[in-house]
């Protein structure tokens, strides 16, 4: 079943194996089914749909978002994230209107209206500004550098 695939690291070169995994609220595995490494996730969503049980509410990520899939699962429920870029709309709303850390509205996405709840973390935007003006520090010590070498 190992199979050269495609990985997150892009290591092409590595056999690996698929698996995916259905849980209960305390994370008691239900049921789970490995497949082929080189078998893309998405051809596996129908799959995995059918063999688990229709009143499992069912997590999945933006690389299964198509109006095909969605259809799918209409009349279960689901929870997913959405791409930035297929949203800018979203990430132009002002941190001003989040209440409590979220902001919650309705947007009609993949031939169906979702709700749509966005998380703001201020921890997780401290550590990337901080990372931010690290990386601007670092820069302007090379051209510092550049500059007093003369070249």
């Not at 490494?37 to 299964?64: L, W």
């Not at 941190?95 to 169906?112: F, R, S, V």
Request: hydrophobic share 30%; proline share 3%.
């Amino acid at each position: 079943m190992a199979k050269k695939g495609y990985n997150k690291k892009h290591r092409y070169d590595l056999n690996q194996i698929s698996y995916y995994i259905a849980s209960n609220l305390d994370y008691i595995p239900l049921y789970g089914e490995s497949y082929p490494g080189n078998v893309f996730d998405g051809m596996t969503f129908k799959t995995i749909v059918i063999n688990i049980p229709k009143s499992a509410i069912i997590i999945f990520d933006s690389r299964y978002n198509s109006e095909e899939k969605i259809s799918l699962i209409s009349d279960r429920k689901y929870i997913r994230s959405l791409r930035p870029s297929d949203n800018h709309e979203l990430l132009d709303i002002p941190i001003d209107e989040y209440k409590d850390g979220y902001y919650e509205a309705m947007k009609h996405t993949l031939g169906k209206d979702h709700r749509i709840i966005i998380y703001f973390s201020k921890n997780r935007m401290e550590r990337e500004e901080r990372s931010l003006l690290k990386s601007i520090e670092c820069a302007i010590e090379k051209c510092q550098s550049i500059l007093k070498s003369g070249l």
